[in-house]
């Protein structure tokens, strides 16, 4: 088992900035890949970006690339998600995931993923 969880969320103005984090604990969680993804009202669960265990993978969605900064911390069993220049649309709720199938792959949908965090929401004012 792995218990994540996220935190870091919140209002922010259009081109501000907010660190998500997303703690793990249970079984090891510095051996899998994180991924970020966010569903917003209305709309599908949308991948936002990936990690691998190590952190010297990354892999970010067209929409957030140039803007998100993903990184982990294992020895605080930590992953980051950076968001700069925020826009009103990444207003939406904010997972994180894992699988203990994860370690190099950078998975980008959401059924490679069995362990989730509870999300975070982020909202963005125009």
């Known amino acids: 088992q792995v218990q994540l969880g996220e935190s870091g969320g919140g209002l922010v103005q259009a081109g501000g900035s907010l660190r998500l984090s997303c703690a793990g604990s249970g079984r090891t969680f510095s051996n899998y890949g994180i991924g970020w993804f966010r569903q917003a009202p209305g709309k599908e669960r949308e991948f936002v970006a990936a990690i691998n265990w190590s952190g010297t993978s990354t892999y970010y969605a067209n929409s957030v690339k140039g803007r998100f900064t993903i990184s982990r911390d294992n020895a605080k069993n930590t992953v980051y998600l950076q968001m700069n220049s925020l826009k009103p649309e990444d207003t939406a709720v904010y997972y994180c995931?894992?699988?203990?199938?994860?370690?190099?792959?950078?998975?980008?949908?959401?059924?490679?993923?069995?362990?989730w965090g509870q999300g975070t929401q982020v909202t963005v004012s125009s």
């Open positions: 995931a894992t699988d203990t199938t994860m370690v190099e792959g950078l998975g980008t949908s959401e059924y490679e993923y069995n362990y």
